[in-house]
């Protein structure tokens, strides 16, 4: 977790908060989209997180994919805003998340699963992926299923 939200937190508790995220789309040389098994809901997402203060969307997206995954990862395009979305986390954090979500490719790195923020790593093809732990990536994934992209929702 970003250390801006650990600082915020302790300042505000459980409260709704506006939080700032970028995540991607990862996809391998077959096409297939790379979910990351969360260990906060033990269901599966796109990886991603907390923007940290000074960092640009894309900056956030190339960490917190490497951080989760252990995969350097190239930016390709940006898929969308989704800004309507709340979430109570399973500690009792409630806020309204905006994702900057981007498609990305593979550079480099080796997959790692730290059993704690990721639990598993899977390549799934676009049309048989699992059910996803939130609206906001259900809509993500709808919007690259039909080839979407500059989405803002």
């Not at 096409?31 to 900056?59: C, H, T, Y």
């Not at 997206?61 to 395009?77: L, S, W």
């Not at 990536?137 to 299923?145: A, I, K, P, T, V």
Request: proline fraction near 3%; glycine fraction near 12%.
């Amino acid at each position: 977790m970003a250390n801006y939200i650990k600082e915020l937190r302790e300042k505000v508790g459980h409260d709704c908060v506006l939080l700032n995220f970028a995540g991607g789309c990862v996809l391998n040389e077959y096409g297939e989209v790379l979910l990351q098994k969360r260990g906060d809901f033990n269901a599966w997402g796109f990886p991603g997180g907390a923007m940290e203060i000074g960092e640009s969307a894309a900056e956030t997206a190339i960490r917190e994919i490497k951080e989760e995954t252990g995969y350097d990862v190239e930016i390709n395009e940006l898929i969308g805003g989704y800004t309507k979305y709340f979430q109570t986390y399973p500690n009792g954090d409630k806020a309204q998340s905006i994702l900057i979500f981007f498609s990305c490719s593979i550079a480099g790195g080796e997959k790692k699963i730290d059993g704690d923020e990721t639990l598993d790593l899977k390549f799934f093809p676009l049309s048989k992926m699992p059910p996803l732990f939130n609206k906001q990536h259900e809509d993500c994934l709808q919007d690259l299923q039909e080839k979407r992209v500059g989405m803002y929702r």
